[in-house]
């Protein structure tokens, strides 16, 4: 009989399964979710790892930071997308460390074997070095960055309303997201959106023309990765409503709610109450961690470079995908960005190509299919590349919505989603403006 593998199992698994290989998949993401679906009910034992109990659609995190959703609307458990079947086990915790010669991952304090192990552990803030900005200027990585944001935002507006000092009601209505990225763009946007008719219609005392919202970024446009067509509608849209754009601009420093920025013209003092991070992403210590016990190259990211397979050298048992991984094996030698399409879809083919490998069997090698880009800079606007046909307005808004939708792994989310949306366009109100002390 093969050696028991599942140290929490309570029963033994099924005689099929005694000595199945087992694939353990670190991070429950869009690559790791994708993974354990497609190996969900094959000859294989599947070990899900996380140190989260839900998979997290990230996409819509500034929802949550601006009120639109709640949490719950862009996290789904893994137990409940997963838990029936019978080859997966799903494990909450962090890995610790990996032995690649005896093939062990090191979880809450025990040694795990694999067969085959799946890193999907995701990216996290960088600050460029400057991880002293971290208490000042909120990332937007998790669902308490998320929260962050909008209790401070919320909290603010509610210091406004009962504060007599002007320049210190100002102060109290403006917000900097540093970072003009698809993220940055649709966190400033939501924000300024919450704030101005929130202050509209709801608050008595305070000034809406006195909201600002300024959105930092280096680049001469916003959303440079994408055409500059779409780059140029989508910054005219920001300042059209109200969204100050700082472009050309270096973050210098960041303190006591004060963001220095240098630009050709000089340096610029900005103050706020609120400030957020979207500029920098770094990928999980996984990948560092993976580096000193493999010797596999990383890049300047903390990105994984891996092989066609999405193996790394003298490894091929150990495959690394999603954020944490850097793959250049395409077309123009470009790394695949780190966005939730690619990371299905390598998933997808990794999956398929152990159950290959398990099979001896060939897998056609990995092709990246490029669906196009998209990002939202406003209600009911949206800019969208779809192959090199170029959308923006509110055309691009219901393509990117059903692009969303389509891609949200819950149906019970769609749902929830579709109803919180068609109400807000409705009714210009949002659903999750409660300030509580914790992340709720």
Not at 190 to 218: A, G, W, Y
Not at 252 to 274: C, R
Not at 341 to 349: F, L, S
Request: hydrophobic content about 40%.
């Amino acid at each position: 009989m093969a050696p028991e593998r599942f140290f929490l199992e309570l029963t033994p698994p099924s005689e099929l399964l005694r000595t199945a290989p087992h694939v353990v998949i670190v991070g429950g993401g869009f690559a790791g979710l994708r993974a354990a679906h497609v190996l969900a009910g094959k000859t294989v034992r599947v070990t899900l790892i996380d140190r989260r109990n839900f998979n997290l659609f990230q996409p819509l995190l500034y929802q949550v930071a601006s009120g639109l959703v709640s949490q719950t609307d862009v996290a789904s458990p893994l137990r409940v997308m997963l838990g029936e079947s019978e080859n997966i086990q799903i494990l909450m915790g962090e890995v610790e460390d990996i032995n690649t010669d005896e093939k062990e991952v090191v979880f809450n304090n025990r040694r795990y074997k694999y067969d085959h192990l799946v890193l999907a552990a995701g990216a996290t803030s960088s600050y460029f070095g400057h991880d002293e900005w971290r208490s000042e200027a909120i990332p937007m990585k998790t669902l308490e960055d998320a929260y962050a944001i909008r209790r401070q935002v919320l909290k603010s507006l509610e210091e406004a309303e009962q504060t007599p000092d002007l320049e210190r009601r100002k102060w109290l209505q403006s917000v900097v997201v540093i970072g003009g990225g698809p993220t940055g763009c649709e966190l400033a946007a939501s924000l300024n959106d919450l704030m101005r008719h929130t202050l509209e219609r709801d608050f008595m005392q305070i000034d809406p023309t006195h909201c600002k919202v300024t959105l930092v970024d280096p680049g001469d446009r916003v959303l440079r990765a994408m055409d500059p067509q779409l780059s140029q509608s989508a910054g005219g849209h920001l300042k059209v409503k109200g969204v100050e754009l700082l472009l050309g601009g270096r973050v210098k420093d960041i303190s006591d709610g004060k963001v220095v920025v240098t630009t050709p013209n000089g340096e610029v003092s900005l103050e706020a109450s609120t400030i957020c991070w979207t500029a920098g992403v770094a990928a999980s210590p996984l990948g560092k961690l993976l580096a000193e016990r493999s010797g596999c190259e990383v890049d300047r990211g903390g990105r994984v470079v891996v092989e066609p397979d999405f193996s790394i050298k003298g490894h091929g048992e150990i495959r690394v995908i999603g954020d944490l991984c850097s793959y250049s094996h395409t077309r123009d030698g470009k790394p695949l960005p780190g966005m939730a399409g690619p990371a299905v879809q390598m998933g997808g083919w990794v999956a398929k190509d152990i159950l290959a490998k398990c099979q001896s069997q060939a897998n056609p090698a990995f092709q990246f299919t490029d669906f196009g880009s998209m990002a939202v800079v406003g209600p009911l606007f949206a800019v969208a590349n779809l192959r090199g046909l170029k959308i923006s307005g509110s055309l691009g808004w219901i393509l990117w919505g059903f692009a969303h939708l389509a891609f949200m792994p819950a149906n019970e989310s769609r749902l929830t989603l579709l109803t919180k949306w068609l109400w807000m366009i409705a009714t210009r109100e949002r659903s999750a403006l409660v300030i509580t002390e914790t992340s709720s």
